[in-house]
């Protein structure tokens, strides 16, 4: 039996969602989602790791119908199921990436209107990321709607073009 290793299968599915909504449209090489063990809890650590070789399957052994109560931490607990799942799992693996040298500073998944990254909560029974800053929802986590080609770069302010600009525009087109 390994310490750590993949997730294993009901684990695995929404660390993976997850962890392509993170990697979005500059994906960051040999990104992989290690569990392990958490001690004297019904449940598994998550963790970001750069590795160059595939892990081994973590052993399944916990029991889902064991009643756990999570007060936190970076553990996920064998009982959750659905969006409270994933969107656990996002904030986990988000906040974990955030700390690695390849993506530190970066806002995965982007907001598209802010320089913030978008965080991971349940609406209407689904689990999106939203914008931190409107309350907006952005993307269902794992759906594949997070972009994936760079989009322009964000700034505070739209380019104006200036008053003078803007006068010689208009007197173009009104003498046309």
């Known amino acids: 039996m390994h310490d750590s290793g993949r997730p294993p299968d009901w684990l695995d599915a929404p660390a993976a969602a997850v ?6 449209a500059q994906p960051i090489a040999e990104l992989a989602v290690v569990a392990y063990r958490a001690v004297d809890l019904n449940g598994l ?7 160059s070789e595939p892990l081994p399957p973590l052993e399944d052994d916990l029991d889902p119908e064991t009643p756990t109560e999570y007060g936190g931490g970076n553990w996920v607990p064998r009982t959750m199921t659905g969006p409270r799942l994933l969107v ?3 904030d986990i693996l988000q906040e974990d990436l955030a700390e ?6 970066q806002s995965r998944p ?6 913030h990254p978008a965080r991971a909560a349940v609406r209407d029974g689904e689990a999106w990321w939203v914008c931190e800053r409107d309350d907006v929802p952005l993307y269902r986590i794992g759906r594949g709607e997070v972009p994936t080609r760079p989009g322009p770069p964000l700034s505070w302010n739209t380019p104006r073009r200036s008053r003078r ?12």
């Open 19 to 24: 962890l392509r909504d993170l990697q979005g």
């Open 45 to 51: 650590h998550l963790a970001i790791a750069e590795l």
């Open 88 to 90: 656990l799992t996002a």
């Open 100 to 105: 690695t040298d390849a993506a530190w500073a």
């Open 110 to 115: 982007p907001c598209p209107w802010h320089p």
């Open 165 to 176: 600009a803007e006068k010689r525009q208009y007197g173009r087109e009104r003498h046309r």
